[in-house]
């Protein structure tokens, strides 16, 4: 064979398209996070199958404790998301026994917070049942439930706030291995207290609380292993810690009250109507696990990159991360269109129902990629610690943007057609907000390793 027959081919046919180091670097931090964050509803989907088998009350009881339960550590994911830009940036920088140091802190400041909420949850846990409307036994045993599961919010919250801490050290595998050994343990504490013991479903919150327990204690002494910083209280980065968290927590809160004011609005218009409207929001969450995974990404290297004096190599890592996550969320679209005709059929057979899905499913499917830029954008700006400017985005997508259109949805009468055009603006208007701000500078800006955009120097004593 000449040289020339051996040569490879030019142009067109030669390129083809390879991951980079940046792409393999996204991929490694990723999809172990993909699996964490899909390990956690574990305890719930588990918890659900096995007190589905003890009768209709139960887990109606399980469905109201939970909803409230799932809402609280929702709203406490300022941390993780507060904590890991800050430990990311004293990492990239070399100054680990300082982010060993305030990851010890957000554990603290998780179990302090996780103290105030499980007090308060057990305390209010009649009244709250009884708000979202359970009665007669069904609100009993959920009463029962929640006042056993507020003894693990703790350790629940330290679990959160240990994820933070090692996702800034770019450590993704540990809290993946840590979560589904969580769930590994819950599910057969949950047969042996339910089924065994005769437990019932205070069974199942007893084994939910062990478990927690467990993965708190992991998190906790893969802390300690910094053996020259003291456990101690640091009551100034508690304060940083606290402010950050603060704008972050507004934020979410923002997020969830939108959603709620959407059911709240269909609830009054018919249970068709909120039926529909849970399903299609479910499969969003469930999709949006995929995006949120790469957020997390965006979250470490955009700190890390900061951190190391490096605002080229975040940006260009932030224009990687949003073009991936725009191609997935263009996937997502590509797949769900066609499944307007199977999928729902899945999760209902009521006709009803299902003419809402199919009015609502176009809307659904095509506001994929540009929910999947809204992630990305979220995670770079979080990463890069601009937490103010995401709360008041946030706050003002939720009020000029979702607020008005829900608004005229209802005057108007539009249903949960117009109740799902409101959340579409919504996406639009923090696309909008966000995307306008990563063309600018301001974001990149280095700041000193683990200072928060908007306060005090972050200063960590050196001790040993």
């Known amino acids: 064979m000449s040289e020339q027959t051996r040569r490879p081919p030019t142009g067109r046919a030669r390129t083809r398209p390879r991951l980079n180091a940046d792409d393999r670097r996204i991929a490694a931090l990723a999809l172990p996070a993909l699996g964490a964050l899909a390990a956690e509803p574990l305890y719930v989907l588990v918890d659900t199958a096995i007190v589905g088998h003890l009768g209709v009350a139960p887990l109606g009881a399980l469905a109201l404790a939970g909803t409230l339960l799932s809402t609280v550590v929702s709203l406490c994911n300022f941390l993780a998301y507060g904590s890991t830009p800050m430990v990311g940036r004293l990492?990239?920088?070399?100054?680990?026994?300082?982010?060993?140091?305030?990851?010890?802190?957000?554990?603290i400041l998780a179990l302090l917070v996780g103290l105030v909420l499980g007090a308060l949850a057990a305390a209010a846990a009649a009244p709250l049942i009884g708000l979202l409307g359970g009665?007669?036994?069904?609100?009993?045993?959920?009463?029962?439930?929640?006042?056993?599961?507020?003894?693990?919010?703790?350790?629940?919250?330290?679990?959160?706030?240990?994820?933070?801490?090692?996702?800034?050290?770019?450590?993704?595998?540990?809290p993946l291995a840590l979560l589904l050994i969580g769930n590994i343990a819950n599910a057969i504490l949950e047969v042996v207290f339910v089924f065994a013991l005769h437990w019932g479903i205070a069974g199942s919150a007893w084994a939910t609380v062990i478990a927690q327990s467990g993965i708190a204690v992991a998190f906790i002494l893969i802390a300690a292993r910094e053996r020259a910083v003291r456990w101690r209280i640091d009551l100034p980065v508690l304060r940083t810690l606290a402010g950050t968290g603060g704008e972050i927590f507004i934020r979410t809160a923002a997020l969830l009250a939108a959603f709620l004011l959407a059911g709240a609005i269909l609830a009054r218009v018919g249970a068709a109507s909120l039926a529909a409207h849970d399903?299609?929001?479910?499969?969003?969450?469930?999709?949006?696990?995929?995006?949120?995974?790469?957020?997390?990404a965006a979250q470490v290297t955009i700190s890390q990159h900061l951190g190391a004096g490096q605002p080229a190599r975040a940006r260009g890592m932030a224009l990687r991360i949003l073009a991936w996550s725009v191609a997935i969320g263009l996937l997502l679209s590509a797949l769900m269109l066609p499944l307007s005709g199977l999928l729902p059929h899945v999760f209902t057979s009521q006709p009803t129902v299902l003419a809402r899905l199919a009015a609502?499913?176009?809307?659904?499917?095509?506001?994929?990629?540009?929910?999947?830029?809204?992630?990305?954008?979220?995670?770079?700006?979080l990463g890069a610690g601009d937490t103010r400017y995401l709360m008041w985005a946030m706050l003002a997508a939720a009020l000029l943007g979702f607020g008005p259109v829900a608004l005229a949805s209802t005057a108007l009468h539009w249903g949960i057609t117009g109740i799902w055009i409101a959340i579409f603006t919504f996406i639009i208007a923090r696309l909008a907000s966000c995307g306008w701000r990563l063309r600018g500078d301001s974001w990149a800006t280095v700041l000193p390793a683990g200072t928060p955009r908007a306060g005090p120097e972050l200063e960590v004593q050196r001790t040993g």
């Open 91 to 107: 990492h990239a920088a070399g100054r680990s026994r300082e982010a060993a140091h305030l990851g010890r802190q957000t554990l």
């Open 360 to 381: 609502i499913w176009p809307i659904f499917a095509l506001m994929q990629p540009f929910n999947a830029a809204v992630f990305a954008l979220d995670g770079i700006l």
């Open 279 to 296: 399903i299609a929001f479910q499969l969003w969450m469930f999709l949006a696990l995929a995006l949120d995974a790469l957020a997390i």
């Open 135 to 174: 009665r007669g036994r069904l609100a009993g045993m959920a009463v029962v439930y929640m006042r056993i599961a507020a003894i693990g919010l703790p350790f629940a919250l330290i679990a959160v706030a240990g994820q933070g801490y090692l996702r800034g050290l770019g450590r993704l595998r540990a």
